[in-house]
């Protein structure tokens, strides 16, 4: 059900952002707006969860009398913040904020830990992403990224290279599959991305098989 909520939250925030990009009148505009796409998702995700948190609690504290749907709102919110402007005089009520409190501190916890790891992921991926577009010029093609290996006169001693193209597929298909958001974060220059990337290097593999003796 979470899977379910965060693929509806981040399908939600598209639409908006496809109509956007419908109204831009080049590429480089919609792909700028495009850009902020996966991060305000990301972002939506948490306050859609707090927010899910504090109406469920909402509920409960109204089914254990503590008052109006208003006040048991103000008691949910104060619970869920830390804040502590408004407190209940039952026992039972006061534990049950307590654990919305904790809850509260969970969430914002993951955030903070969340964020970093998705921005050390996406930082990797793009550091070879440029350099494949420093190698095999703008627009990046395969015969130029294969003239670059043969810069040397051979073709035969790149094997260096070849591994650690293939760490970073590992390594894009590990995080790509543990954090699937990172495939909606492009590339911070237009015409960039690490889908053409990585058809770049295929291509590349397939001409150095097909072509090169």
């Known amino acids: 059900e979470i899977v379910r909520m965060n693929v509806s939250v981040f399908t939600g925030i598209r639409v908006f952002f496809d109509v956007a990009a419908k109204l831009a009148n080049s590429y480089e505009r919609r792909d700028r707006i495009m850009a902020h796409y996966a991060p305000v998702a990301l972002v939506a995700l ?20 503590e008052g109006t749907w208003k006040k048991c709102y103000e008691l949910s919110g104060s619970s869920l913040l830390t804040l502590g402007t408004t407190r209940s005089h039952k026992l039972v009520v006061e534990a049950l904020s307590y654990s919305e409190a904790t809850l509260g501190l969970l969430l914002l ?17 793009e550091a070879t992403v440029a350099l494949l577009e420093l190698r095999a010029g703008t627009p990046p093609t395969a015969a130029t990224l294969l003239g670059w290996l043969n810069h040397d006169g051979s073709v035969q001693n790149d094997d260096q290279q070849w591994a ?17 958001m990172l495939s909606f974060f492009r590339s911070p220059q237009p015409g960039r991305s690490w889908v053409a990337s990585c058809g770049l290097i295929l291509d590349t593999a397939a001409l150095l098989f097909a072509a090169v003796d």
């Not at 993951?110 to 998705?118: D, E, G, N, V, W």
């Open 164 to 180: 650690e193209w293939e760490r970073w597929f590992v390594e894009i298909e590990e995080s790509h599959t543990s954090l699937p």
């Open 109 to 125: 916890t993951l955030l903070l830990s969340y964020l970093p790891t998705i921005y050390q992921a996406f930082s990797r991926r």
């Open 46 to 65: 948490p306050v859609v969860w707090e927010a899910l948190v504090s109406l469920g609690y909402t509920g409960l504290y109204w089914a254990m009398g």
